[in-house]
């Protein structure tokens, strides 16, 4: 559907459409072809009549806070660390920008920070068309070289750039900025931000997790650091505990099977390092093949080794097809799991040639 004028945002620069109503009919996507834009409607509106839009307000003003959020924050990491904002993408539930420039996690930070304060200072956002001479003087961002009449979106201290997106009347309607997350891409990074009631919702959200987990370790939720820390020095000694003991009990088995040719030994479960180190004993005390298998009934985990060290897929193979397995390996060991009671472990290997 295409009107003679319309208030609704096509999708375009990586902004999704507004959405809302025309005569009360749902407007579900609205886009731009050839300088026409066309809405798409839940049904049909009659040619030449006169409609009414309403536009989705908190859809709308959602992506006014992340548009203008993503301008203040380019602008600043722009003009600071000599980049480009090369991609822009705002999503259903976080916004994406690439830079083409390696940004380190501290200097998002310290850009985010900078951010912040021009939004508490609520500076009105400027928007301009100036003529060709005045454009030509002017210091702004684009992604691409411009012609014809050009939008200007200026942010006091922080960003001047070319944009026909939609933005807040002042800096202080985005509310915050949070980055997220800057990561390694491509030539440069990818940063994800939220903005707004967006971030707001966010912030609250991880708080709230945040001070569960610190009731959980009885701490404040500016706490946890210190406890996990704590809480990690004492797994790893029990890790170190258990492993000795483990050693104990896996020399003392492996010492039943001394002088033996081969061994299948069962044990409740285990993780499969744990499993390696046990064929790893047995190994030394067996002088063919060695198999543990270490789980419950219907799933083990296993690890298979020849004390001479020579080939041993075939049998892994064999063993896999036979018990619903996977896993494999090379110079004589193999580990991985099957789908078997201890019963067919056992017909596999009495039948093993």
């Not at 309403?54 to 959602?62: G, N, S």
């Not at 600043?76 to 083409?100: E, K, P, S």
């Not at 020849?306 to 897929?313: E, F, M, N, V």
Request: glycine content about 10%; hydrophobic content about 40%.
């Amino acid at each position: 559907m295409t009107l003679d004028r319309t208030a609704f945002y096509p999708e375009g620069g990586g902004q999704p459409a507004d959405h809302g109503t025309l005569n009360g009919v749902a407007v579900t996507d609205v886009h731009e072809k050839d300088g026409v834009v066309v809405h798409t409607v839940e049904k049909a509106v009659e040619i030449g009549e006169n409609v009414t839009g309403i536009i989705d307000w908190a859809r709308r003003f959602d992506h006014m806070q992340q548009h203008s959020g993503e301008h203040i924050l380019s602008g600043i990491l722009c003009r600071d660390y000599h980049c480009d904002n090369v991609g822009f993408h705002l999503g259903a539930d976080t916004v994406t920008i690439d830079y083409n420039a390696d940004i380190s996690w501290q200097q998002a930070l310290d850009a985010e920070r900078k951010a912040n304060e021009v939004i508490w200072a609520d500076a009105p956002v400027e928007i301009a068309f100036p003529s060709p001479a005045e454009l030509e003087k002017l210091d702004y961002r684009s992604k691409k070289e411009l012609t014809g009449q050009v939008r200007i979106v200026t942010f006091p201290e922080a960003d001047c750039c070319a944009c026909c997106g939609t933005h807040v009347l002042r800096a202080g309607q985005v509310g915050l900025i949070k980055v997220l997350s800057c990561q390694k891409f491509r030539e440069g990074v990818r940063m994800e931000i939220l903005s707004g009631q967006r971030a707001l919702s966010y912030l609250g959200h991880v708080y709230d997790q945040a001070r569960s987990a610190g009731q959980r370790l009885s701490v404040k939720p500016d706490g946890i650091l210190p406890a996990l820390e704590r809480l990690e020095s004492e797994h790893a000694a029990l890790k170190a505990r258990e492993a000795a003991m483990e050693d104990q009990l896996f020399q003392s088995i492996a010492g039943s099977y001394a002088g033996a040719e081969h061994a299948l030994v069962f044990q409740p479960a285990l993780r499969p390092d744990s499993v390696r180190r046990l064929a790893d004993a047995l190994g030394h005390t067996c002088t063919g093949l060695t198999a543990v298998f270490a789980g419950e009934e219907g799933h083990y985990n296993y690890a298979l080794l020849r004390a001479d060290g020579t080939d041993i897929s075939s049998t892994v193979k064999a063993l896999n097809a036979a018990l619903h397995g996977r896993g494999g390996g090379r110079s004589g060991f193999a580990q991985g799991s099957v789908q078997a009671t201890e019963a067919e472990i056992r017909n596999f290997f009495n039948n093993l040639s």
